[in-house]
């Protein structure tokens, strides 16, 4: 099965099939599947086939590909062929016919519709748990898929799939399902935790345009009709069909025909040099990088704007969890908490307990000592008290996005947050256009970029303009130009809205411009330190002894202190020039 | 080799509507026994194992070109109601891409639900037994897939024997509509099938289902992929045993069957299993200190 492509073809064709409504396509394709059902005439399905074959056409898709996809499943009915072959052809030919058909008119609807607006019709007419489980599965498909991938690629450069070592492929190729099981339910509970956090109420799928139909509708809603009266003409009139069905053979012949011939030509005539659908992509990137020039101005000049308030907005105090495995993590030593309005970044190596301690704070996880408050609740226990006041960007947040489309996944928490559709729109435009996501609202997310998924993300969570903003490694996977973007984004955020903000990263150069307060852990989840940037980079030795590799800047003053020369601590690039102006006019006037 | 793909028309329409109505039935069933757990925990399970049987269909062991089914590791790991559920969901997204036809969904749920549901309760039966033995899961599993597969394709080989129809004079309008003239016999198309249709061979000499024939052909087809999807699910359960026992466990056993355990609003535990921390009390209570 070739999904992927198919799925690609659907979001990124232009053809009038792909601009008509899920509503229309889908009642056009169960015509045709009725029609194909209802036929006993090899003729008249090669008609139906014959006007599948001219939507094909008119999809401007790669024509073999579909009807390679769609004949593919033939080679099943070539069992139900042997089982009633008695030396004729028709019998055959009619179920070679029906399967070929029927499955045309599937894989045209699936290769023209992109799967939010499909699901959304499906949804309508299957169980809750059906509809939200076809989306949920074809969401995670793409995820899963790609992480085998990898590992199937990871295999074959390390000659764990050889041609002609049966044995050997198949053991490897059993390790590789078994990881992804288990990859596949550690993504499970992830979804879940989105899920809950976000306050899914039951239904996924909403908003979508599925049934808005147009225009463009009418071709395959004619075609549909066209073809179920043929096959009613033919049941409750035989003999009329019999006098008419070389005319009825021969019209959809023609109409395949020229279809074809008028999509050639008109490919021929709208090939131009830089066609694509990739334009706007690059439109966005030459307003990122003037974007990000402004944004990183506006954070340098930003760097030290965290006002303390003496209100706690979250507390962790020697918290201990012990994981099913038996491992414990120990959040003790200092206290952790965050103020209203701070800037909190949580420092540590990987396995010092950095998510753990973020997911106690979000209730995911229930310490097994200790205490968590946050926002004045335990949230384990009272994650609904507190779950309209936080938002929360996941590390990998191919694992949050769970919209059909940007706009519909920006406004989920509004939604479910109990506001109407009008207004949760209104809220989702707001979020979007502060992001400077808005060019992206219909896109499907699981397309996007790194650092548009990431916005588009943080734009969900902002939704409802939260006190609290939890972001766990939300620098990982990003190139510098990004994660310059994206420091600046929540400097500016913070700014504006006041909100508490708890980090968790390794990036130890982000500190200066990201970080009130640091708090820095150890392995096994001890916070050794917490302080402003200046004064946890003022100990490097305590950053070394965390595994942390302090900043070349601090590196560079403390050897100077070392040397004799006290300079203080630079916080960046800007601030280090300075001192060393300064030192250096000192030394000239001396 | 169950996994067939029925196709449209090819059935007759009151066996059509017979599959739609009995997974009409096990679904309400289903949903009652569902309906006790919070939706929030079901979903992302369902959908992701659901997503892992599509992987499966779409990665081929080279060099034969076999894709997996999956369809017993699901019930193993998901229980016989959310595994059937996963296998509707799964039976749904491949018709729309043509893989099996989209009137058949009900049964060929039925046939890959089945499968979930009959390797689930193999599995627990044949692991019970095996208990002591060191690859006792792998060889459960192994065993449960072949056996499971072995019912599941005579399941499909009787819904198609039920038929016992000829497409060509049976599925919806009956022999008369068989009465057609060919325009082109003596054109560009008088092919031999127009020459049969002709003479109007079709109805008079219409062959009815040689069943034993068809089965033949089937379990001859089929054998090699039970023995196939058993190395596979087998390896594979070991493999998990190994790495997250939990997931193939008895305690996760007595959740996909009772679904009691799960509670609304609980929090998970993180690395675990996907149950929530409240329970699984033996990691909590032997904590040190």
């Not at chain 1, 965290?306 to 030593?333: F, I, K, N």
Request: aromatic share 6%; glycine share 10%.
């Amino acid at each position: 099965m070739d999904i992927a492509a198919i799925d690609y073809w659907a979001n990124s064709g232009n053809s009038f099939l792909h601009r008509s409504s899920a509503l229309g396509k889908g009642l056009a394709a169960l015509a045709f599947v009725a029609a194909t059902v209802m036929a006993s005439s090899p003729f008249l399905l090669l008609a139906i086939y014959l006007l599948l074959a001219a939507g094909v056409f008119a999809s401007r898709l790669p024509a073999r590909r579909l009807f390679s996809i769609a004949a593919y499943p033939t080679l099943f009915a070539l069992l139900f062929v042997a089982s009633r072959w008695n030396g004729g052809l028709a019998t055959p030919a009619l179920i070679l016919l029906k399967t070929l058909t029927a499955a045309q008119a599937m894989v045209l609807l699936i290769a023209t519709t992109p799967y939010p607006d499909l699901f959304a019709a499906l949804g309508r007419v299957t169980p809750g748990l059906l509809g939200d489980g076809l989306f949920v599965t074809y969401r995670s498909f793409f995820i899963l898929l790609r992480e085998m991938g990898r590992m199937l690629t990871a295999l074959r450069l390390r000659g764990g799939m050889r041609p002609r070592q049966f044995a050997s492929n198949l053991g490897n190729l059993s390790r590789a399902l078994g990881m992804l099981l288990v990859r596949a339910v550690d993504l499970s509970e992830k979804l879940y935790a989105v899920l809950r956090i976000r306050g899914y109420r039951g239904r996924l799928v909403t908003g979508s345009r599925w049934h808005t139909m147009s225009g463009n509708d009418l071709f395959p809603l004619a075609a549909g009709v066209a073809a179920l009266g043929l096959a009613l003409l033919a049941a409750l009139s035989p003999a009329l069909w019999a006098s008419s069905n070389g005319l009825v053979l021969v019209s959809a012949a023609v109409v395949a025909g020229v279809t074809l011939v008028a999509q050639k030509t008109r490919d021929t005539a709208h090939r131009a040099p830089g066609e694509g659908q990739d334009s706007g992509l690059r439109i966005h990137d030459s307003e990122s990088r003037t974007r990000n020039r402004g944004i990183m101005q506006s954070s340098q000049h930003s760097a030290v704007s965290g006002r303390r308030s003496d209100d706690e907005v979250a507390r962790v105090s020697c918290v201990r969890h012990v994981y099913p495995d038996g491992t414990e993590v120990s959040l003790c030593g200092l206290d952790f908490v965050a103020h209203r309005g701070e800037k909190v970044v949580i420092l540590g190596p990987n396995g010092a307990g950095k998510s753990t301690l973020l997911n106690h704070l979000l209730g995911l996880l229930r310490p097994t000592e200790g205490e968590v408050v946050v926002l004045g609740h335990d949230p384990a226990r009272e994650f609904g008290a507190i779950q309209p006041r936080l938002g929360v960007l996941l590390q990998d947040v191919d694992e949050q996005l769970l919209g059909p489309t940007v706009a519909d996944d920006v406004a989920f928490g509004a939604r479910n947050a109990g506001h109407g559709e009008e207004q949760s729109r209104a809220m989702a435009y707001r979020s979007m256009k502060r992001l400077g996501v808005l060019h992206l609202a219909d896109k499907v997310p699981h397309y996007l970029s790194g650092g548009e998924k990431r916005k588009v993300a943080l734009a969900g969570a902002l939704v409802t303009d939260p006190d609290l903003l939890v972001l766990d490694e939300p620098f990982e996977g990003l190139d510098p130009r990004s994660r310059g973007e994206l420091v600046a984004l929540l400097t500016e955020l913070h700014r504006e809205r006041g909100l508490t903000i708890i980090v968790t990263t390794h990036h130890v150069d982000l500190l200066p411009v990201l970080a009130d307060t640091v708090y820095l852990l150890v392995d096994g989840g001890h916070i050794v330190a917490s302080g402003t940037p200046e004064e946890v980079f003022s100990r490097p030795g305590l950053l070394r002894e965390s595994s942390i590799e302090p900043p070349t800047l601090t590196l560079l003053f403390q050897r100077l202190l070392e040397a004799g020369v006290d300079l203080g601590m630079p916080m960046d690039v800007e601030d280090a020039a300075q001192r060393l102006l300064a030192l250096a006019k000192h030394k000239a006037s001396a | 080799m169950s996994h067939l793909h029925i196709p449209d028309g090819v059935l007759p329409l009151w066996l059509v509507a017979l599959g739609w109505l009995l997974v009409g039935a096990i679904l309400l069933l289903v949903s009652r026994r569902l309906g006790k757990v919070e939706r929030g925990r079901q979903l992302p399970l369902l959908g992701v194992m659901a997503a892992v049987m599509l992987v499966g269909m779409s990665t081929e062991i080279v060099p034969i070109a076999y894709h997996t089914n999956l369809s017993v590791l699901a019930g193993i790991v998901l229980g016989p109601a959310l595994g059937f559920l996963a296998a509707m969901v799964v039976n749904l997204i491949l018709a729309l891409f043509g893989h099996g036809g989209i009137t058949v969904v009900g049964l060929n749920t039925l046939v890959v639900g089945a499968e979930a549901a009959l390797g689930y309760y193999l599995f627990r039966g044949l692991w019970s037994l095996l208990r002591r033995r060191q690859r006792s899961p792998a060889v459960a599993a192994g065993v449960a897939t072949a056996l499971t597969l072995m019912l599941s394709t005579t399941l499909m080989i009787g819904i198609v024997g039920l038929s016992n129809l000829d497409p060509s004079t049976h599925v919806a309008v009956g022999p008369e509509s068989l009465t057609f003239r060919n325009p082109f016999e003596h054109g560009f198309l008088s092919s031999e099938l127009a020459a049969v249709e002709a003479g109007n061979e079709v109805a008079s000499s219409a062959p009815a289902l040689d069943l034993p024939a068809f089965a033949k052909l089937v379990f001859a087809l089929a054998l090699i992929g039970w023995v196939l999807e058993a190395l596979l699910t087998g390896a594979i359960v070991g493999f998990v045993h190994r790495v997250r026992p939990d997931l193939v466990s008895r305690e996760r056993a007595a959740v996909a069957t009772s679904v009691g355990p799960l509670r609304k609003s609980e929090p998970y535990d993180g690395r675990g299993g996907g149950l929530p921390s409240g329970d699984q009390p033996q990691h909590q209570e032997g904590r040190p200190g």
